[in-house]
Structures are given as structure tokens and as C-alpha cells.
Nanobody, 117 residues
Framework: QLQLVESGGGLVQAGGSLRISCAASGSIFSIVTMGWYRQGPGKQRELVTTITTANDTNYAGSVKGRFTISRDNAQNTAYLQMNNLKSDDTAVYYC???????????WGQGTQVTVSS
């Protein structure tokens, strides 16, 4: 399993931008799919976006065109660039590393993103 540590969360005004990061331990970062999930107040955790080992990306409809996921395998880090933030984006954002082949499913502790209107 990987140890994942998120950072970069905070308070931002609606319409603003924020980039959060997920740093992974270990040497297997390049073989896992990375994903960002979020859980808003009173809501269930939901998938935001994923990026595969081939850099194929997938986005939830609510963030498409505003959020961009990327990964730097040399730095063992995944990023989520969030633009044009809305109050509905307020949530704890969790990083996930997943590989069915290698039976990996690791989660970070989460980072709070609060968007003020």
C-alpha cells in the first residue's frame, strides 16, 4: 500500500482557484491510478476525477471544464487544479491510489476546501 498525504486545501472565494496536492510514499506510484474524491457537508463521498498510468483522465460532470488532474511520477505526486470554484465545491478532498492488478487501494487523510460565496 501507499502512504498518501494531501496538502494545499484552504479557504477561497467563489470564482477563485486552488491547487491541492497528494504526495505518495514508496516506489510504485507510477503503476497506480490516482483519483480525487470529495465529501461535502451532509453528503456522501463522491468521485471527482481520476488519472490512469497512461494519463487518461475522467471527470465528474459537475467539475468538467473547471478542474484538472495531473500527476508527476518523478515526484510521486498527484495534483488537482481547481478553477472557477463554487460554493458547492466545499468539501473534504481525499486522494486515492488504486490498482486492481496489484491489489492497492490507499487513501489519504483528506484536505478541507472551503469556498465562500
Amino acid at each position: 500500500q501507499l502512504q498518501l498525504v494531501e496538502s494545499g486545501g484552504g479557504l477561497v472565494q467563489a470564482g477563485g482557484s486552488l491547487r491541492i496536492s497528494c504526495a505518495a510514499s514508496g516506489s510504485i506510484f507510477s503503476i497506480v491510478t490516482m483519483g480525487w474524491y470529495r465529501q461535502g457537508p451532509g453528503k456522501q463521498r463522491e468521485l471527482v476525477t481520476t488519472i490512469t498510468t497512461a494519463n487518461d483522465t475522467n471527470y465528474a460532470g459537475s467539475v468538467k471544464g473547471r478542474f484538472t488532474i495531473s500527476r508527476d511520477n518523478a515526484q510521486n505526486t498527484a495534483y488537482l487544479q481547481m478553477n472557477n470554484l463554487k460554493s458547492d465545491d466545499t468539501a473534504v478532498y481525499y486522494c486515492n491510489a488504486c490498482s486492481v492488478l496489484y491489489r492497492i487501494d490507499s487513501w489519504g487523510q483528506g484536505t478541507q476546501v472551503t469556498v465562500s460565496s
